[in-house]
């Protein structure tokens, strides 16, 4: 079964910075794209940054500048560095992977930005 393990999430300050990571495992099918999402509480769903198997990048206007999204492709893994913090970006962020026969979701990792 497949499995999707995020980690990095946590407490920083305004304008501080993260990173968050997420590796996948026992996934069979062809990776068509990795990315994160974010459901800030009261509001929609939100795709934060999707990265192609051939390395193409989209951000969400709200991130673009501050947010960089980046895989390992040897290890599965789909990294987001987060800087320039704002407390709107608090919220949990999800992983996802996007194969030919299906999509997969992390567990969710939680970010607060608080002073």
């Known amino acids: 079964q497949a499995q999707l393990v995020e980690s990095g999430g946590g407490l920083v300050q305004p304008g501080g910075s993260l990173r968050l990571s997420c590796a996948a495992s026992?996934?069979?099918?062809?990776?068509?794209?990795m990315g994160w999402y974010r459901h800030p509480p009261g509001k929609e769903r939100e795709l934060v940054a999707t990265?192609?198997?051939?390395?193409?990048?989209n951000y969400a206007d709200s991130v673009k500048d501050r947010f960089t999204i980046s895989r390992d492709y040897a290890k599965d893994t789909v990294i987001l560095q987060i800087n320039k913090l704002k407390p709107e970006d608090t919220t949990v962020y999800y992983c996802?992977?996007?194969?030919?026969?299906?999509?997969?979701w992390g567990q969710g990792t939680q970010v607060t930005v608080s002073s």
């Open positions: 026992r996934i069979i099918a062809r990776i068509n794209s």
């Open positions: 990265i192609t198997e051939w390395g193409n990048t």
């Open positions: 996802f992977v996007r194969t030919s026969r299906s999509d997969y």
